[in-house]
C-alpha cells in the first residue's frame, strides 16, 4: 500500500487491512468539491449570534472569538444551506458555484 | 470448582471468567438470567467490566461494536426476536473484523409468539460473517464462551456461541468452573492491531469503492477458512489444559457405523442415548454432531458420512421453500465427493420447543433404517395433519 498526500495506491487484497479503518483521520477528506451552492456571510450584517455556527450540521464553521464573525470553512463545507436558513439577520447568501 | 449451575449462568461465568471489559445488553426470555447474573457480578466487583443498559438489542450490539472496536473485550448476549432487532449490527461487528463474543439462546421466531426453542433465530444471521457454536451441555457452554475469544482474537470474526432455550438455559448441570489464575494462562489481554485511538485518529468503515469493498469480503472468506485450523488447535489446546477438548465436530461411536446421525445442540446429547441402545442391539448406528455451523467443516462431514450407507440429519429449523438447513448444508458437502454419495434424510422435529425426546429420536432412526431412499425432501417428524 501506497501512501501519498493524494491518494493511496492498493495492489490488491495481500496489501490490505482487514478491517477498513483509513491511515489518517475524516480532515483528510476534503468535501468540497460537493458543493453547488456556497454560502457567503456579509460581515457588515452579521450580528455575531452564532447560531449558523451552532446548526452546521458539518463543523465546517469556525469560531474565533464572539467578536469576530464566524468563518466558513470551503474544505468541508458541502453547501446545505442550514446557515443561510436558520441565520436571524438574513446575511448569508447561497452563491453559485463556479467551476 | 464443580457447582450445579444453569446453561444461562454457564454463559455468565464464561464471560466472567474471560474478563470481558464491557457487558452491554437488553434483557430477553430466555437470555434474562445471563445478564441478570452477569449484573450482580459487576455490582458486587467480582469483574470489572462497564455494564451497559441499552434500550434496544440493536442499542446492545451497536455499544458492544463501539467498545470492541476501542480496544477492548466486549460481551453481550441475545436470543430470538433480540437477534433479529440487532441483525444490521451483525454485519457491522464482522465487517468491522471486530472478535466481539456474544451469547445467543435458540428461541424459536414470533408470530405465534414463543418462547421455546428452535434454530430459525440463529440461522436467520448464517451469513453475516460471525462464527456459529453449538452447545451440547453447560459446561460446554461455559467453554465455548473463553474459546469464542481466544479464536475470535486470532482471526478477527465474532463468535455467536449458541444454546438452547430451556433445555440449557434454564436446566441445572454440574459445571466444572475453571481457575480464572488458569484461563488468565490460556487467554492473554486483547491487544488490537487497530483501534480507535484519539492519539491516532482514524475513521472506521467509511464509504468503500466498488475498487476495494470486494477485497475485503475476500479476506473475510479468507479468515473464515483460517478459524477451523484455530478452532480444531484451540480446542486441542484447551482440552490439554481443562480436560475438555473440543472441534469443529464431534463423532460418537462412527467407526464401524453404517448409518450416521447427523444433529446439533442439545438434540445430539440427547441421541447419543439412543445410538447406546440401538448399539446395544446390535445395530451399527453413530452420531456425528456438527458443533461448529460457520465456518462449515465440510471436509469433516465428508470424512465421517462419506461412503456410508445411509445418513440421517435431524433440523430444528427450517428454511422455507426448501428444507432443513443443516441438511440442506450436509448435503452441498457432497457435491465434488467422488466416492459412494449416502442416501440422506432430512427430517424436521421440535420445532418451537417440541420435545424431541428419545423415543422421537429412535422413531426417525428406525423409519430411515427401513426405507431405500426417502419420500420427499423433508420428512416431517410428529407434524400432526
Known sequence: ????????????????????????????????????????????????????????????????????????????????????????????????EER | MKKVILGDHAVSYGALLSRVQTIAAYPITPQTLIIER??????????????TKVESEHSAMASTVGSSASGARAFTATSSQGLALMHEMLHWAAGARLPIVMANVNRAMAPGWTIWTDQNDSLSARDTGWMQIYCQNNQEVLDSIILGYKVSEQVNLPTMVILDAFFLSHTAEGVDIPDIKEVDKFLPPYKPEIKMDI????????????????????????????????????????????????????????????????????????????????????????????????????????????????????????????????????????????????????????????????????EIMDDAIKKDKPESEILWKGVKL
Open chain 1, 1 to 96: 500500500m501506497k501512501h501519498s498526500k493524494k491518494e493511496i495506491k492498493i495492489k490488491g487484497a495481500s496489501d490490505m487491512p482487514e478491517m477498513s479503518a483509513s491511515l489518517g483521520s475524516m480532515a483528510h477528506n476534503k468535501t468540497a468539491s460537493w458543493r453547488n451552492l456556497k454560502p457567503v456571510i456579509d460581515e457588515s450584517k452579521c450580528i455575531k449570534c452564532f447560531i449558523c455556527w451552532k446548526f452546521c450540521p458539518d463543523a465546517a464553521i469556525d469560531f474565533t472569538d464572539e467578536n469576530t464573525p464566524p468563518k466558513i470553512n470551503y474544505d468541508y463545507c458541502k453547501g446545505c444551506g442550514i446557515c443561510a436558513h436558520e441565520c436571524p439577520v438574513k446575511c448569508i447568501d447561497m452563491v453559485e
Open chain 2, 38 to 51: 452477569l449484573s450482580e457480578m459487576t455490582a458486587n466487583g467480582e469483574s470489572n467490566a462497564i455494564f
Open chain 2, 199 to 362: 492519539n491516532d485518529p482514524r475513521s472506521f468503515g467509511a464509504l468503500t469503492s466498488p475498487d476495494v469493498y470486494m477485497e475485503f469480503r475476500y479476506k473475510m472468506q479468507e479468515s473464515m477458512d483460517k478459524a477451523k485450523e484455530v478452532i480444531t488447535r484451540e480446542g486441542k489446546e484447551f482440552g490439554k489444559m481443562f480436560g475438555r477438548k473440543y472441534g469443529l465436530v464431534e463423532e460418537y461411536r462412527t467407526e464401524d457405523a453404517d448409518t450416521i446421525l447427523v444433529a446439533s445442540a442439545t438434540v445430539a446429547s440427547t441421541a447419543r442415548a439412543v445410538i447406546d441402545e440401538m448399539r446395544e442391539a446390535g445395530q451399527k448406528v453413530g452420531l456425528l454432531r456438527i458443533r461448529v455451523f460457520r465456518p462449515f467443516p465440510t471436509e469433516e462431514i465428508v470424512r465421517v458420512i462419506g461412503g456410508k450407507k445411509k445418513v440421517i440429519v435431524i433440523d430444528r429449523n427450517i428454511s422455507f421453500g426448501k428444507t432443513g438447513i443443516f441438511f440442506d448444508e450436509v448435503k452441498g458437502a457432497f457435491y465434488n465427493y467422488t466416492g459412494n454419495k449416502p442416501p440422506m434424510f432430512g427430517y424436521i422435529a421440535g420445532l418451537g420447543g417440541r420435545d424431541v425426546t428419545p423415543k422421537v429420536i429412535r
